[in-house]
């Protein structure tokens, strides 16, 4: 069964990755990546719509997880995309390592992201 890593993508293709994250896992599984979204379904289908090379009318495969909701699709139909969406893995939560905290209880005087 072929894989990621051993399938070209044709360079007419645009790469879109929704975030830093995936596009990091895709560039190392494809090669490149040609777009980058700010983090969020939303930010994408935004800056999709925005980029020249979007074009009009592309066809856009979307390979999502199949709990993820239909805002990217939404959004790119509406900017004239024609959307094929395959639902390829699922997310789930992480298990719980401790048991969650108050705010309150931890005596922060700041909060360091």
Do not use: Q
């Amino acid at each position: 069964m072929p894989t990621l890593r051993s399938l070209a993508v044709p360079h007419r293709c645009l790469v879109a990755t929704v975030g830093a994250a995936t596009a990091a896992a895709a560039r190392e599984r494809l090669g490149r990546i040609d777009f980058t979204g700010a983090g969020t379904a939303a930010d994408l289908g935004a800056g999709l719509a925005a980029d020249a090379r979007f074009g009009t009318a592309p066809n856009i495969l979307l390979a999502l997880a199949v709990n993820a909701g239909d805002t990217l699709e939404r959004t790119l139909t509406a900017a004239g995309a024609r959307c094929t969406r395959l639902d390829v893995y699922r997310t789930i939560a992480a298990a719980e390592v401790e048991p969650k905290r108050r705010w309150s209880a931890l005596g922060a005087d700041a909060v360091l992201l």
